[in-house]
């Protein structure tokens, strides 16, 4: 079965594309849209995969996108809402096929942070700060400079809809 057959990835495009947009104007995935997304995921499931088995689909892709999602979050490298988004793409796509997702997400968005470490000359400072996070948790939490935030969601969205390109 195609994992974005109709009208799967119809939804999961809108879905990304919205929350890129968001992220771009105000630096947040609003609860709003995510809350939304499984509110819509929920049918696509239960009529896309024969009712109870794609209500457990949906459930499995929901913790496993929030899964990969929560150490980074934990770590301050990402917002709740781009762990939300990627949890609500998963409980539209199943488990695998979010985990697909988030690979190529993280690939997206740290070509894109390293082109912008590099751009803005900040080569020494981006060291420092990973050498922080991967050693000492409570320094990182402490340290009050920063690179700058990506708006994550449009790597999402563009992670998501390479997955989709390629899978389809």
Known sequence: MDTFA?????????????????????????NVLVLLGLIVAVPVQWTAHDETAGLW????????????????YVLRAFGAGDAKLMGVIGAFVGPSAVLLIALLTFFVGGLWALILVVQRRQLRHAGNSMFLMCT?????????????????????????????????
Do not use: N, W
């Not at 689909?57 to 980074?72: D, E």
């Open 57 to 72: 689909l949906g459930l499995q892709g929901l913790t496993a996108g929030i899964a990969v999602m929560l150490p980074f």
């Open 136 to 168: 000492s948790f409570e320094q990182h939490k402490t340290q009050t400079t920063s690179l700058g935030r990506l708006p994550y969601g449009v790597a999402i969205a563009l992670g998501t809809m390479a997955v989709m390109v390629l899978l389809h």
């Open 6 to 30: 109709f009208p799967t990835g119809l939804c999961v495009f809108a879905l990304v594309i919205s929350a890129a947009a968001f992220d771009l104007r105000s630096r947040r995935i609003p």
